[in-house]
């Protein structure tokens, strides 16, 4: 189980709006989870057309006339969406609490008797750095701070990782940051050179998906709806769903990444490892080497994704650059592939394959087939 915050100190750079969507999609892919709205303005609950009269106020407050418990108000969105709504109560919690000792400690409390029932929680944060944010980071194992690409979110960025700092060394409590790009608008100039800023300073933070600026975001946040309930072939939907993979993406760590102690590591017999030895020979020989190409000489960065990695954005499948084509190498197993380039964060299909198919979001894959080398 992973409890991710979303968190950025300047306002209007999308965090909100990232906490819904990213919860709506990676419930689309079968993951439990919870949103905690943890603003006092209550935009996430509003955002979603949640009830608020009774919030984590209820939870934590100790004056409250009406205390509850954590699930006496959490409500349910969809299948796997659940919420828990705020409201403006919220905000006097920092004040009540402000000569309690722990009280940094208060929503790791709360979290800690319902975590069994959740794959992710998704905390929205206040845009603050006060008692609801580090109450937030101290129970997260990692923190999504949106950036637009302007100077201020970048600013924002460093006061954030003051803050993460400030944890670690005086709780003790190591929690990870990713940026995540937002409302970028591949029409400027302009959102190139600070993407290009944004890569050189955040790069071993930066996550591979980009949300562009789409007004099917807006829209459907007016009338209280996820993106991908609004319209899932949208860009907004596409770019949210692509998150939530490369998210999920991170739980999977591949075998030959494991590393083995000395105590672990097997001692192989000249039998065994001559057995070994004619396996993996048997497996090579299934495996074929498939080679994609795309001509993007303007793209700053390009991914390739398909069934094979299944449609995740990592190190491992992002092309060179070689003059103005990007390529890439793949060993794959003898088989069919769908796939994708992402090119500045946007997907499209390979224009030199005529072989493709719709997808469900409204655009095509393409198609290969990838030969095994005896065959």
């Keep these: 189980m992973r409890i991710i915050s979303i968190a950025n100190q300047k306002g209007g750079c999308g965090k909100t709006t990232t906490a819904i969507n990213l919860v709506s999609a990676l419930c689309a892919n079968g993951q439990r989870t919870l ?13 979603i057309n949640r009830d608020d009269q009774f919030s984590i106020y209820n939870v934590i407050s100790r004056i409250t ?62 845009p603050s750095l006060g008692f609801l944010t580090v109450n ?24 954030l990782m003051d ?38 300073k955040f790069q071993d933070m930066l996550l591979g998906t980009i949300v562009h600026t789409n007004v099917k975001l807006k829209e459907s946040v007016v009338i209280g709806l ?8 949208s860009r907004g939907a596409k770019d949210y769903y692509s998150l939530a993979k490369e998210l999920m993406a991170m739980d999977k760590v591949p075998l030959d990444q494991v590393a083995l102690s000395s105590s672990e590591a097997p001692v192989l017999t000249g039998e065994f490892s001559q057995r070994m030895k004619e ?11 498939a080679v994609f190409t795309l001509n993007a000489p303007e793209a700053q960065s390009v991914y390739i994704a398909g069934s094979f990695n299944e449609w995740s954005l990592n190190a491992s499948c992002r092309m ?14 003898a088989g069919i592939y769908k796939y994708q380039f992402v090119v500045d964060g946007r997907w499209q299909a390979d224009p030199t394959n005529d072989r493709k198919e719709p997808n469900g979001f409204g655009d095509m894959n393409s198609i290969i087939e990838v030969v095994s080398q005896n065959g």
């Design 35 to 47: 949103l905690i709205d943890l603003d006092p303005q209550a935009h996430a609950t509003l955002g």
């Design 65 to 126: 006339p009406r205390k509850m418990g954590i699930r006496d108000i959490i409500q349910k969105v969809d299948q796997y969406f659940d919420i828990v709504p705020s409201n403006v109560l919220v905000g006097t919690l920092e004040q009540e609490l402000a000569e309690e000792i722990g009280r940094e400690m208060k929503l790791v409390e709360v979290i800690n008797s319902i975590k069994e029932l959740y794959d992710y929680i998704i905390i929205d944060c206040p």
């Design 136 to 159: 937030s980071l101290r129970a997260s194992h990692e923190v999504i701070i949106p950036v637009e690409t302007s100077r201020f979110s970048m600013q924002g960025v460093d006061h």
């Design 163 to 200: 803050i993460i700092n400030l944890i670690r060394d005086r709780l003790n409590h190591h929690i990870t940051p990713r940026v995540l790009i937002t409302m970028f608008d591949s029409r400027l100039r302009h959102s190139f050179s600070m993407l290009d800023k944004i890569r050189a």
């Design 226 to 233: 996820t993106v991908h309930d609004y319209d899932k072939y």
């Design 279 to 289: 396996i993996v020979s048997r497996e090579m020989r299934s495996i074929g080497l």
């Design 320 to 333: 060179k650059k070689e003059g103005g084509n990007w390529t890439i190498k793949l060993p794959l197993e």
